[in-house]
């Protein structure tokens, strides 16, 4: 579809893009082909995507697989879809249902759910993710420990997957034109490579360090003593037996932040 087409299908649909809904409609046919091909999907894979929209991925995905689930949250949108492509669409925020077992994922996800679906999705575990994504959300996923950008979720994500950009989309490839470019996102997961106690304790902890991650890691711990369950003594003395207790949590790798982690787990378990 190019412009005109899809202010076309709005306009019968009584449809006014919604911001809440995240509703920029990808324009650009290249740009589907694309990361539809990217995904490689074989017809026996069980193939996600996370809001159809108008279905310019959806009319890509349907030829190549028997196992296609689609989640939309636009009721208008869902049942367009159903009757434009004889297709099942489950109704629902991506965010509140059960997601399904699949193999892969492909969806130009919702800019407000990125950071808490991509979460999701990995506790579900999956083959591989051609996602696309808000730029400044996909340089997170990528980000190296002590830059800028590094942040909470780029050691969430990085823990249990290997993120590649693999694409950058401008903001021109969408109707209407959002205010910032977008990135396509290559994740496959893997085994973390490291032992955590606890995927539990690891979320939390890293939680509590990136509430100050340019902060030691000492003073953050000593500051967040409560959420630790600790008086100020208490974690002041566990601070000083820590690993990287002198260092910042921006600058601590996955790996590090899970020795902490595990420090603390052990602490806990005395
Ligand atoms: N895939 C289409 C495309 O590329 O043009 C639409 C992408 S648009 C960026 C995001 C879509 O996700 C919209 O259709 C919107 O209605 C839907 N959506 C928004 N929040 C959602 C949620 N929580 N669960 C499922 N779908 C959602």
């Not at 017809?43 to 028997?66: A, C, D, F, Y």
């Amino acid at each position: 579809m190019i412009v005109s087409d899809i202010k076309g299908e709005l306009y019968k649909l009584g449809i006014r893009p919604s911001k809440r809904y995240g509703q920029h409609f990808l324009v650009d046919q290249s740009i589907a082909d694309w990361i539809v091909q990217k995904a490689e999907i074989q017809s026996h894979e069980k193939v996600l995507e996370i809001g159809s929209g108008l279905g310019i991925l959806t009319e890509r995905l349907v030829p190549l697989t028997r196992n296609l689930i689609i989640i939309e949250k636009d009721k208008r949108l869902a049942e367009y879809l159903d009757r434009k492509l004889g297709v099942e669409i489950i109704n629902m925020d991506a965010l509140k249902t059960d997601l399904p077992d699949f193999d892969k994922v492909v969806s130009n996800l919702p800019y407000q759910i990125s950071s808490e679906i991509t979460v999701r999705l990995l506790d579900k575990g999956f083959k591989k993710g051609v996602l696309m994504y808000q730029k400044e959300f996909a340089e997170h996923l990528v980000a190296e420990p002590g830059t800028k950008t590094y942040s909470r979720i780029s050691v969430m994500v990085q823990y249990r997957a290997d993120c590649t950009i693999v694409k950058h989309v401008s903001k021109g490839s969408y109707y209407p034109v959002p205010k910032v470019d977008s990135a396509i996102v290559e994740i496959i997961p893997r085994q973390a490579g490291f032992q955590v106690e606890s995927d539990e304790a690891f979320r939390d902890m890293v939680r509590i360090l990136f509430a100050h991650k340019n902060r030691k890691v000492r003073n953050g711990l000593v500051s967040e003593r409560r959420r630790l369950g600790m008086d100020k003594q208490e974690a002041r003395r566990f601070a000083e037996t820590l690993p990287y207790a002198e260092q910042r949590p921006v600058k601590l790798s996955p790996k590090e932040l899970a020795e902490i982690t595990n420090a603390f787990c052990r602490l806990k378990n005395e």
